[in-house]
């Protein structure tokens, strides 16, 4: 087992590097393209935050930079990654091992199939852990963000890294990640309560008497607020002032930048009249946040279910969502393997991501380069993409309930289900 | 909602998997007949100018009479050029272009590729519009050779006289750039990179002198000697580099002004007789998409197209009664049209197929072929992917049956099929389990086959754009017999390990299919021809299957297993002539061309102008056509 471990993530971390020094122009070429890199997780955006932290200018001044400050110092510790990237690059490729191995706790812990309150009938169809890692690590969409080096590869090991430890019950290690998950991307916080009900679950397992769940829930959220509040003061003691603010969790809230990318908010915003802006924000922002509540309620037997289908509705939803955040949920989706024979569309889903991923570019390409086309060329094919990810989304949520539904009523297996 | 249900119960239907390969024939015959109609006067329209401001035509032109003796007098300044070193020559062309009041400069440019270098240089000068801020500039080019090597005589002198001639109006609201280039496709790549400041400087030089964003860029080719020749036609050439093509307005305005104004006819794509017939026209867009699809610089303003500048080159042809003022008050109104624009062109299309000067089909009508082509592999590998799913042997309920009659229980009654009832809207029938079964894929070897089979296509590109001349025949020849045997090796040495087992060879032939399928329709989206070309070249890998030895000797042994070495051999006679290698090679055998020529032309290509035509050969095509003669192979050693 260790031993195929140990060369998986060799592979994986040989395959990176190989790519990074094989083609040198590589990382600059992908750090520059908008369905990889987001003005809110952008590598060159970054390194010119870095550039003016090191001349003691304020990073925010230049409005480019719009990642959390305590980017800043680790960054800047490392060498220049224009002149010798070489600790950069495998700074990334260790995020994504840790990451990979953080799947495979998650996997190991076996909440996806059994949980306090639940049994699926076909629990016995898993894939092993390994396998799980390796279609993180190896898929497409994780090595492009890793080698354009964008920053929500920090954000995904520390969303994966909240998973593993809510799954296993340690409350201190789920509440440091996912306070980091939160203060660099500001949309994960709304995992915490899906995972949160995981981490009780999970704690019931292991000391086999259940905590009260109100002094749990009190102490969880305390501790999350204070390790937020822990790193947003600590950014604030970094960059001397709160404008830090302002500069992330505004730009993410209220999406001045926008750069076309492979969400749905910018096209939206840039035909809107100004006079409509913030009702749209608002609703767009509630329709986000709606789908937390709901699921978690509906769903609360299968907490981590709710965690990853929550991590595909940021994929599609959020202002700035970019090929990595796919890449977190359709990496988590095997973890269910249980559901696939109940799923209906996993051809159509697969083939529509895939189209989605080549005509992408290509009409990106005829927009930008060529002059041929035009914004709606490259808004239809996000709107393709967008509908590949739902469809999956949508598709195993139905697997989820109908999984459910052979446990409550098990005459009804097999048979075909009716809207009544 | 029933709808749905319906088709979901569909899928279970053994019959559905018969279906993909009539399917995938019909997508294909649909799309070649789709193509074939296009002529037709129902399926094509007559072209038309969209942008309002251009008004072909409407001006007077004033580029007669005296302008007349002018340009004499520089067609012998020009001949007088022709034996002169190449320094010494633009020099006196740059002098020329000063007295006529111009900034002047060259720019020397060198490139390697194929161990040849091309090195030359360019002469060009800038009109500064008496109405223009320096914010836009149209360009006049006349390269000093042309596409065919000639002295481009009448065409370096015409430019000369309507540098003189321009400079005296003061309607100019934009720069105009005169540019004459060294040769006819690298000289205009050299200027257009440096002018956008993305060239290399080492080998390319910077430009001294700049103006605006280019809004159009005309080229002029009329290699007349210094005693003139009168010609019949204007020959309209516009495919840009990569298949990318000029805005169609640009070219209707040159039509329209020609043909309209100066009563000079055009033509296009060399169809020098143009009945406008069907055939005629379906031949021109034939022509047409080969020439796109091949993707290279057919004259000097490819060059300028992949930055988005809309040019045309125009070229004499013939013998007729039209002389040189025709082609300078053709050039003059052009340029008035283009003098007019507000903004830059985007009105009329960028997608087309030309059948004629004044008939063009638009993308809306003939995309659907290629993305039908396309489309075809993809339902093959949709196919072949539920078939890797189902178990290899499903015994067939009519032969079973009188099996166990005739013989009562034998050994075969023990593995007796189970069956199951599928109840669909009342009617109830037995469909045998393993029909619905799935059985687990194993992915491994097919995907790391797939990355390899992509891998080794590096190698040839690699090969080919970096080998020197002498060496290109001998590298063509030994990378034809290669690939000609590397799938039957392949196949060899992997039978040797029992793989890969009929399910994989399936798989290797489902990825193949799905990633060219969408390769295709992707690219048919950039450059239609390239696609649909590849597209029919590699159908064939849509029908040829991997035959294997039955696995369960089952006593009514299916005709294809039964003659499994004869159609394997057959399948692999006819992937082998599609290899493209060896379709490259027919088809520089078909048009007469050295297979060497058009090898350092496609190097040239690669470094020089930004091909990718090999990428899509090399990385596209040749892939999966390895996949498929793999699997066919596989027939063989199995």
């Known amino acids: 087992m260790d031993q195929q471990k140990a060369m998986l993530f060799g592979a994986a971390a040989a395959v990176r590097l190989l790519l990074f020094t094989a083609f040198p122009s590589l990382p600059q070429l992908l750090a520059g393209r908008v369905e990889v890199s987001t003005p809110v997780t952008s590598f060159k955006r970054l390194q010119e935050g870095v550039f003016l932290y090191t001349h003691n200018v304020s990073p925010y001044d230049g409005g480019v930079y719009h990642q959390a400050p305590l980017l800043l110092p680790l960054f800047s510790l490392l060498p220049n990654p224009a002149s010798s990237p070489f600790a950069t690059n495998l700074l990334f490729t260790a995020v994504d091992l840790l990451g990979a191995s953080a799947l495979m706790q998650i996997a190991d812990s076996g909440q996806s199939v059994v949980t306090r309150l639940f049994k699926s009938s076909r629990k016995d169809l898993r894939w092993s852990s390994a396998a799980i890692a390796a ?34 019950g340690a409350s201190f290690t789920f509440i440091f990640a996912m306070a980091m998950a939160s203060y660099l991307a500001m949309h994960p916080i709304l995992l915490f309560p899906p995972l949160v009900l995981l981490c009780y679950d999970a704690r019931t397992i292991k000391s086999k008497t259940a905590p009260n769940p109100l002094a749990f829930t009190a102490t969880h959220v305390l501790g999350f607020a204070a390790a937020c509040g822990g790193l947003l003061g600590l950014s ?22 926008l750069t076309p990318n492979v969400g749905l908010w910018w096209y939206f915003f840039t035909e809107m009249f100004d006079s409509f802006r913030e009702f749209f924000l608002g609703v767009f922002w509630l329709h986000v946040a709606s789908y937390m509540p709901g699921l978690t309620i509906r769903l609360r037997t299968q907490p981590l279910f709710v965690a990853t289908t929550l991590t595909g509705i940021f994929a599609v939803f959020t202002p700035y969502p970019s090929a990595a955040d796919a890449s977190l949920y359709l990496s988590l989706v095997p973890l269910f393997r249980h559901l696939f024979p109940l799923m209906r569309y996993t051809f159509l889903a697969s083939a529509t991501i895939l189209y989605a991923s080549f005509l992408g570019p290509a009409f990106y390409y005829l927009w930008i380069y060529a002059g041929s086309g035009n914004a709606n060329f490259f808004y239809a094919i996000t709107l393709v993409w967008s509908l590949g990810l739902s469809i999956v989304v949508g598709d195993s949520l139905y697997a989820a309930l109908r999984d459910e539904l052979d446990v409550e009523r098990p005459e009804l297996r097999g048979k075909e289900v009716k809207r009544i | 909602m029933a709808l749905i249900s319906t088709l979901l119960a569909l899928r279970k239907d053994p019959r559905i998997l018969k279906l993909p390969p009539y399917l995938s024939a019909l997508c294909i015959l649909v799309g070649v007949a789709w193509l074939l109609v296009l002529p037709l006067n129902e399926y094509s329209r007559n072209t038309y100018v969209s942008e309002n401001a251009l008004l072909p035509g409407q001006v007077h032109t004033y580029f007669t009479g005296s302008e007349h003796n002018v340009f004499r007098a520089y067609r012998h300044e020009v001949a007088s050029l022709v034996d002169m070193p190449l320094e010494e020559r633009n020099q006196k062309l740059v002098h020329i272009l000063r007295s006529n009041k111009l900034k002047a400069a060259t720019q020397s440019y060198s490139y390697a590729a194929s161990g040849r270098n091309i090195s030359n240089q360019n002469v060009y000068a800038v009109l500064q519009g008496p109405r223009a801020d320096a914010t836009e500039a149209i360009v006049l080019v006349a390269s000093w050779l042309t596409i065919d090597g000639e002295v481009n005589h009448s065409g370096v002198a015409l430019l000369l006289t309507l540098s003189r001639y321009f400079k005296r109006w003061s309607l100019w609201s934009k720069d105009i750039i005169f540019l004459i ?20 400087p080492d080998t390319i030089e910077s430009l001294s002198i700049k103006s605006g964003a280019l809004q159009g860029a005309v080229a002029i ?54 009945d406008d017939n069907y055939k005629e026209r379906l031949q021109t867009m034939l022509r047409g998409m080969i020439s796109q699809g091949l993707g290279h610089a057919t004259g000097p303003h490819s060059a300028f197209i992949p930055y988005h500048v809309d040019a045309i080159t125009l070229q004499t042809v013939g013998d007729g009664w039209h002389d040189e003022m025709t082609l300078g008050r053709t050039v003059e109104s052009l340029f008035r049209s283009l003098n007019n624009l507000l903004e830059h062109l985007h009105q009329s299309f960028f997608f087309y197929l030309l059948l004629q000067a004044n008939r063009f089909v638009s993308i809306g009508t003939y995309l659907p072929s290629a993305m039908l082509i396309a489309v075809s592999f993809s339902i093959t590998s949709i196919a072949l992917w539920v078939l890797s799913g189902r178990p290899t042997s499903i015994p067939s309920p009519a032969t079973t049956a009188p099996l166990k009659d005739s013989k009562g229980p034998t050994e075969k009654e023990t593995n007796k099929t189970a069956v199951t009832v599928v109840e669909k809207d009342k009617d109830k029938s037995l469909l045998p389990l393993a029909a619905l079964e799935v059985t687990e894929r194993s992915l491994f070897l097919p995907v790391a086959f797939i990355t390899l089979s992509h891998f080794l296509g590096l190698f040839p590109l690699y090969i080919f754009n970096n080998t020197t001349e002498a060496f290109l025949a001998p590298a063509f020849y030994s990378t034809a017999i290669l690939t000609a045997t590397l799938p039957f090796a392949a196949a060899f040495t992997l039978r040797r390990f029992a793989r890969p087992t009929p399910q994989e060879s399936t798989l290797i032939q489902c990825f193949s299919l799905l990633f060219l399928g969408m390769f295709l329709s992707a690219l048919a989206t950039v450059n239609f021809s390239l696609s649909f070309l590849v597209g029919i070249f590699a159908s064939p890998l849509t029908f040829v299957r991997g035959l294997h030895a039955a696995s369960s000797p089952s006593t009514p042994v299916p005709f294809t297993t039964k003659n499994r070495l004869a159609l394997s051999a057959v399948m692999s006679v006819v992937l082998a002539a599609l290899n493209p290698v060896v379709v490259i090679r027919a088809a520089t055998l078909y048009w007469g061309r050295d297979i060497v020529q058009v090898l350092v032309q496609a190097a040239e290509g690669w470094h020089v102008w930004g091909l990718w035509t090999q990428v899509v050969v090399w990385l596209v095509w040749w892939p999966a056509w390895f996949a498929g003669s793999v699997v066919v192979a596989g027939g063989l050693f199995s």
């Open chain 1, 236 to 257: 604030a003691l970094l960059t001397g002032s709160w404008e830090f603010l302002a500069a992330t969790y505004g730009v993410r809230l209220l999406l001045p930048d």
């Open chain 2, 181 to 200: 280039s060294g040769d006819s496709t690298s000289g205009p790549q050299a200027w257009v990179d440096a002018y956008h400041d993305s060239h290399s």
């Open chain 2, 221 to 274: 080719e009329y290699p007349a000697g210094p005693w003139g020749h009168r010609f019949e036609k204007l020959h309209i050439i516009y495919d840009g580099i990569n298949g990318q093509l000029p805005n169609l307005d640009l070219f209707n305005t040159a039509v329209s002004i020609a043909s309209g104004q100066m009563g000079a006819g055009c033509t296009l794509q060399r169809m020098w007789k143009h």
């Open chain 1, 135 to 168: 279609t993180f690590l190896f898929s497409p969409f994780t090595i492009t963000t890793c080698i354009a080096r964008s920053t929500s590869a920090l954000t995904n090991l520390f969303i994966l890294t909240a998973m593993a430890k809510a799954s296993q």
